[in-house]
């Protein structure tokens, strides 16, 4: 998933985001949590990070959620 607050600023023309959507140095901590949480509650499909893990999360989310959690299990395991 794509989050534009962390973007550099400025305007870009290929992504179509305004340059009000991208970073600005009056982001606080706060704002960017709101934001990641706010994506992680409805991503925008159409603009993926990731298009293969965008695409498994839309057309087949249990194989989606059994990825993550087998990623989680593996991070966990090696601290």
Known sequence: ???SILHAPGEDELSGELASERWMP???GASIMLSVISMLNDPN???P???EASVMYRDRRQEF???CKLLVARSK???
């Open 1 to 3: 998933m794509c989050i």
């Open 26 to 28: 009056t982001q606080t």
């Open 45 to 47: 499909l159409s603009s």
């Open 49 to 51: 990070a990731n298009v």
């Open 65 to 67: 959620n059994d990825r």
């Open 77 to 79: 395991s090696q601290l």
